[in-house]
Protein backbone atom coordinates (compact mmCIF):
# COMPACT_ATOMS: atom_id res chain seq x y z
CA UNK A 1 0.00 0.00 0.00
CA UNK A 2 0.54 3.86 -0.26
CA UNK A 3 3.33 4.64 2.37
CA UNK A 4 3.89 8.56 3.25
CA UNK A 5 6.87 9.07 6.14
CA UNK A 6 7.33 11.73 8.32
CA UNK A 7 10.55 13.09 9.80
CA UNK A 8 11.15 13.60 12.28
CA UNK A 9 8.47 11.95 14.39
CA UNK A 10 9.50 14.27 18.11
CA UNK A 11 11.47 17.33 18.04
CA UNK A 12 12.34 19.24 21.35
CA UNK A 13 14.35 22.68 20.60
CA UNK A 14 14.71 26.35 22.10
CA UNK A 15 12.31 28.80 21.32
CA UNK A 16 13.42 30.83 18.41
CA UNK A 17 15.11 27.76 16.43
CA UNK A 18 13.72 26.84 12.78
CA UNK A 19 12.39 23.57 12.21
CA UNK A 20 11.89 21.29 9.36
CA UNK A 21 10.06 18.90 8.87
CA UNK A 22 10.30 16.53 6.06
CA UNK A 23 7.31 14.73 4.14
CA UNK A 24 8.07 11.55 1.53
CA UNK A 25 5.90 9.27 -0.54
CA UNK A 26 7.53 5.94 -0.77
CA UNK A 27 6.11 4.17 -3.19
CA UNK A 28 4.05 6.61 -4.82
CA UNK A 29 4.74 9.81 -6.99
CA UNK A 30 2.41 12.66 -5.34
CA UNK A 31 1.62 15.94 -6.94
CA UNK A 32 -0.19 16.95 -4.36
CA UNK A 33 0.75 17.36 -0.28
CA UNK A 34 -1.13 18.50 2.44
CA UNK A 35 0.18 19.92 5.94
CA UNK A 36 -1.88 19.84 8.51
CA UNK A 37 -1.85 20.89 12.45
CA UNK A 38 -3.78 18.96 15.71
CA UNK A 39 -4.37 20.52 19.17
CA UNK A 40 -4.82 18.45 21.68
CA UNK A 41 -8.56 16.95 21.59
CA UNK A 42 -8.97 19.01 18.51
CA UNK A 43 -9.58 17.83 14.95
CA UNK A 44 -6.61 18.23 12.19
CA UNK A 45 -6.61 21.49 10.49
CA UNK A 46 -5.51 22.16 7.28
CA UNK A 47 -2.76 24.18 6.86
CA UNK A 48 -1.61 24.32 3.28
CA UNK A 49 -1.41 22.64 0.43
CA UNK A 50 1.51 21.80 -1.29
CA UNK A 51 1.97 21.51 -5.03
CA UNK A 52 5.03 20.20 -6.63
CA UNK A 53 6.88 22.93 -8.61
CA UNK A 54 4.42 25.61 -7.58
CA UNK A 55 3.83 27.92 -4.02
CA UNK A 56 1.37 26.28 -1.34
CA UNK A 57 -1.54 27.42 -1.14
CA UNK A 58 -2.06 28.78 2.70
CA UNK A 59 -5.35 28.15 4.95
CA UNK A 60 -6.68 31.39 5.97
CA UNK A 61 -5.07 32.67 9.27
CA UNK A 62 -1.85 30.52 8.09
CA UNK A 63 1.24 32.91 8.28
CA UNK A 64 3.20 31.99 5.00
CA UNK A 65 6.36 33.62 6.44
CA UNK A 66 5.90 31.21 9.53
CA UNK A 67 5.82 27.98 7.65
CA UNK A 68 7.45 27.74 5.11
CA UNK A 69 6.45 25.28 2.78
CA UNK A 70 8.58 23.93 -0.50
CA UNK A 71 7.76 20.94 -2.26
CA UNK A 72 10.68 20.07 -4.46
CA UNK A 73 10.12 16.70 -6.10
CA UNK A 74 7.05 14.52 -6.69
CA UNK A 75 7.86 12.37 -3.27
CA UNK A 76 9.23 14.91 -0.83
CA UNK A 77 7.25 17.83 0.93
CA UNK A 78 9.02 20.12 3.96
CA UNK A 79 7.34 22.30 6.40
CA UNK A 80 9.85 24.75 7.99
CA UNK A 81 8.41 26.21 10.83
CA UNK A 82 10.68 29.48 11.40
CA UNK A 83 11.77 31.07 14.77
CA UNK A 84 9.38 29.24 16.43
CA UNK A 85 7.75 30.19 19.72
CA UNK A 86 6.10 27.84 22.40
CA UNK A 87 2.69 28.64 21.25
CA UNK A 88 4.00 26.90 17.86
CA UNK A 89 4.15 23.72 19.43
CA UNK A 90 1.64 21.10 18.35
CA UNK A 91 1.14 17.93 16.69
CA UNK A 92 2.00 18.20 12.67
CA UNK A 93 1.00 15.59 10.01
CA UNK A 94 1.47 15.49 6.32
CA UNK A 95 -0.66 13.83 3.71
CA UNK A 96 -0.26 12.99 0.14
CA UNK A 97 -2.20 12.25 -2.80
CA UNK A 98 -1.40 9.21 -5.44
CA UNK A 99 -2.16 11.07 -8.46
CA UNK A 100 -1.36 8.20 -10.68
CA UNK A 101 -4.45 6.82 -11.20
CA UNK A 102 -6.63 10.38 -11.50
CA UNK A 103 -8.30 12.64 -9.36
CA UNK A 104 -10.44 11.83 -6.46
CA UNK A 105 -7.73 9.28 -5.02
CA UNK A 106 -7.57 9.12 -1.04
CA UNK A 107 -4.88 10.80 0.47
CA UNK A 108 -2.36 8.64 2.41
CA UNK A 109 -0.81 10.07 6.18
CA UNK A 110 2.53 10.18 7.82
CA UNK A 111 2.89 9.61 11.22
CA UNK A 112 3.22 12.99 12.41
CA UNK A 113 5.80 15.25 14.05
CA UNK A 114 5.45 16.15 18.02
CA UNK A 115 6.69 19.60 18.19
CA UNK A 116 7.66 21.02 21.22
CA UNK A 117 9.41 24.39 22.04
CA UNK A 118 10.74 25.38 25.09
CA UNK B 1 -17.59 27.11 4.27
CA UNK B 2 -17.12 23.53 4.61
CA UNK B 3 -17.95 21.93 7.89
CA UNK B 4 -18.41 18.45 9.86
CA UNK B 5 -19.77 17.45 12.80
CA UNK B 6 -19.17 14.25 14.76
CA UNK B 7 -21.58 14.04 17.55
CA UNK B 8 -20.07 11.63 20.24
CA UNK B 9 -16.70 12.53 21.07
CA UNK B 10 -16.30 9.44 23.23
CA UNK B 11 -17.69 6.18 22.57
CA UNK B 12 -17.71 3.16 24.99
CA UNK B 13 -18.62 0.05 24.32
CA UNK B 14 -18.68 -3.42 25.29
CA UNK B 15 -17.68 -6.19 22.69
CA UNK B 16 -19.76 -7.69 20.30
CA UNK B 17 -22.26 -4.65 20.80
CA UNK B 18 -22.84 -2.51 17.99
CA UNK B 19 -22.17 0.66 16.69
CA UNK B 20 -23.04 4.03 15.28
CA UNK B 21 -21.21 7.25 14.56
CA UNK B 22 -22.83 9.85 13.77
CA UNK B 23 -21.12 12.77 11.14
CA UNK B 24 -23.18 15.33 9.44
CA UNK B 25 -21.63 17.77 7.24
CA UNK B 26 -22.27 21.29 5.70
CA UNK B 27 -21.59 22.27 2.22
CA UNK B 28 -23.63 23.41 -0.62
CA UNK B 29 -22.01 21.53 -3.22
CA UNK B 30 -21.10 17.60 -4.25
CA UNK B 31 -18.87 15.72 -1.53
CA UNK B 32 -16.38 12.94 -1.18
CA UNK B 33 -16.55 11.49 1.87
CA UNK B 34 -14.28 9.81 4.04
CA UNK B 35 -13.95 7.59 7.09
CA UNK B 36 -10.54 7.72 8.66
CA UNK B 37 -9.14 5.84 11.89
CA UNK B 38 -6.28 6.12 13.76
CA UNK B 39 -5.67 3.31 16.25
CA UNK B 40 -3.01 4.36 19.05
CA UNK B 41 0.40 5.25 18.39
CA UNK B 42 -0.37 4.95 14.98
CA UNK B 43 -1.13 7.25 11.81
CA UNK B 44 -4.59 7.91 10.10
CA UNK B 45 -5.69 5.11 8.04
CA UNK B 46 -8.62 5.30 5.11
CA UNK B 47 -11.57 2.83 6.76
CA UNK B 48 -13.94 3.44 3.57
CA UNK B 49 -15.04 6.77 1.13
CA UNK B 50 -17.89 7.54 -0.81
CA UNK B 51 -17.50 9.28 -4.19
CA UNK B 52 -20.85 8.16 -6.11
CA UNK B 53 -22.86 5.44 -6.76
CA UNK B 54 -24.52 3.07 -3.75
CA UNK B 55 -24.58 5.19 -0.56
CA UNK B 56 -23.98 2.14 1.49
CA UNK B 57 -20.20 1.64 1.45
CA UNK B 58 -18.65 -1.11 2.86
CA UNK B 59 -15.05 -0.70 3.93
CA UNK B 60 -12.31 -2.61 6.11
CA UNK B 61 -12.32 -4.65 8.73
CA UNK B 62 -16.52 -5.00 8.90
CA UNK B 63 -16.94 -1.29 9.02
CA UNK B 64 -19.69 0.47 6.50
CA UNK B 65 -21.37 3.69 5.74
CA UNK B 66 -24.01 4.93 4.85
CA UNK B 67 -24.65 8.81 2.90
CA UNK B 68 -27.90 10.03 3.21
CA UNK B 69 -28.03 13.34 1.12
CA UNK B 70 -31.16 14.27 2.15
CA UNK B 71 -29.63 14.56 5.92
CA UNK B 72 -26.21 15.72 4.64
CA UNK B 73 -24.73 12.57 7.09
CA UNK B 74 -22.24 9.60 6.37
CA UNK B 75 -23.02 7.74 9.55
CA UNK B 76 -20.21 4.41 10.25
CA UNK B 77 -21.20 1.50 11.62
CA UNK B 78 -20.12 -2.15 12.30
CA UNK B 79 -22.92 -4.98 13.73
CA UNK B 80 -20.12 -6.37 15.94
CA UNK B 81 -17.44 -4.07 17.93
CA UNK B 82 -13.96 -6.04 18.83
CA UNK B 83 -11.19 -4.84 21.40
CA UNK B 84 -9.39 -4.42 18.37
CA UNK B 85 -11.30 -1.83 17.53
CA UNK B 86 -10.74 0.66 20.06
CA UNK B 87 -9.61 3.86 18.21
CA UNK B 88 -10.14 7.48 17.19
CA UNK B 89 -12.60 7.74 14.29
CA UNK B 90 -12.34 10.91 12.20
CA UNK B 91 -15.17 11.92 9.22
CA UNK B 92 -13.89 13.88 6.67
CA UNK B 93 -14.90 15.06 3.35
CA UNK B 94 -13.61 17.48 0.45
CA UNK B 95 -15.37 19.08 -2.30
CA UNK B 96 -15.67 17.05 -5.84
CA UNK B 97 -13.02 18.42 -7.87
CA UNK B 98 -10.99 20.44 -5.61
CA UNK B 99 -7.40 19.68 -5.02
CA UNK B 100 -8.76 16.98 -2.50
CA UNK B 101 -7.77 19.09 0.87
CA UNK B 102 -9.65 17.65 3.61
CA UNK B 103 -12.17 19.22 6.32
CA UNK B 104 -12.23 17.22 9.59
CA UNK B 105 -14.44 16.59 12.12
CA UNK B 106 -12.91 16.56 15.73
CA UNK B 107 -12.80 13.16 15.89
CA UNK B 108 -14.64 10.22 18.27
CA UNK B 109 -12.54 8.25 20.30
CA UNK B 110 -14.21 4.44 20.76
CA UNK B 111 -13.22 2.53 23.57
CA UNK B 112 -13.96 -1.54 23.48
CA UNK B 113 -14.27 -3.07 26.81
CA UNK B 114 -13.32 -6.35 26.65
Known amino acids: GAVVSQHPSWVICKSGTSVKIECRSL??????MFWYRQFPKQSLMLMAT???????TYEQGVEKDKFLINHASLTLSTLTVTSAHPEDSSFYIC????WGFGGNQPQHFGDGTRLSIL | AQSVSQHNHHVILSEAASLELGCNYS??????LFWYVQYPGQHLQLLLK??????LVKGIKGFEAEFIKSKFSFNLRKPSVQWSDTAEYFC????????????FGKGTKLSVKP
Open chain 1, 95 to 98: SARD
Open chain 2, 27 to 32: YGGTVN
Open chain 2, 50 to 55: YFSGDP
Open chain 2, 92 to 103: AVNARGSQGNLI
Open chain 1, 27 to 32: DFQATT
Open chain 1, 50 to 56: SNEGSKA
